[in-house]
């Protein structure tokens, strides 16, 4: 079991350039999960997804932000026309069912770097 | 999340020496893990728990429902633990998992 899997793990975009960022949770896994991780704002919640469904994207910034799951093998989250502040590692989760086993596995995160 | 208060926010500990960390939650939880962000960045899974109490080497948790908190304690620190302790309650659900704001350790020689 690899566990779950994010590339790139490094991502350097120029402003205003799109950044799409991708992972792949743990086979079987039925929850899948998008943080953002910053020094100022700690670990922030964007959107999550169960059965491939879209469940929640209370924390998707309303423009230019956009999260996707075409298959229950891989999610994409991608940002366009990037911002300075968009910098900062962004964290997929995945759990095996979001109601009788709810442990999180994190991926190693994209660390992205808006120039 | 405004549903969990982390305690303390900072510590400090000589090696060898022990403490506890806490999470309060302001509402009934169903589950709590406990995740340790390490130097690279990465959240690595410490404890998952739906009630009662684990211990894994030098760490022990334990979780309440119905008092609303979990701990994290910590014996005979060493360095390799430095490093800022995250608590997430799981409420069931279709509600998102919440994160504490986290508890930086630092564990001096």
């Known amino acids: 079991n690899a566990g779950v899997i994010q590339t790139p793990r490094h991502k350097v975009t120029g402003k205003g350039q799109e950044a799409t960022l991708w992972c792949e949770p743990i086979?079987?896994?039925?929850?899948v999960f998008w943080y953002r991780q910053t020094i100022v704002q700690g670990l922030e919640f964007l959107t999550y997804?169960?059965?491939?469904?879209?469940?929640?994207d209370s924390g998707m910034p309303k423009e230019r932000f956009s999260a996707q799951m075409p298959n229950q093998s891989h999610s994409t989250l991608k940002i366009q026309s990037t911002q300075p502040q968009d910098s900062a590692v962004y964290l997929c989760?995945?759990?095996?069912?979001?109601?009788?086993?709810?442990?999180?596995?994190f991926g190693h995160g994209t660390k992205l770097s808006v120039l | 999340g405004d549903q969990v208060e982390q305690s303390p926010s900072a510590l400090s500990l000589h090696e060898g020496t022990g403490s506890a960390l806490r999470c309060n939650f302001t509402t009934t939880m169903r589950a709590v893990q406990w995740f340790r962000k390490n130097s690279r960045g990465s959240l690595i899974n410490l404890f998952y728990?739906?009630?009662g109490t684990k211990e894994n080497g030098r760490l022990k948790s334990a979780f309440d429902s119905k008092e609303r908190y979990s701990t994290l304690h910590i014996r005979d620190a060493q360095l390799e633990d430095s490093g800022t302790y995250f608590c997430?309650?799981?409420?069931?659900?279709?509600?998102?998992?919440?994160f504490g704001k986290g508890t930086s350790l630092v564990v001096h020689p």
């Open positions: 989760a995945s759990s095996l069912d979001q109601f009788s086993n709810e442990r999180l596995f």
């Open positions: 086979s079987g896994h039925s929850a």
């Open positions: 728990l739906a009630s």
């Open positions: 997804f169960r059965n491939q469904a879209p469940i929640d």
């Open positions: 997430a309650p799981r409420s069931g659900g279709n509600y998102k998992p919440t």
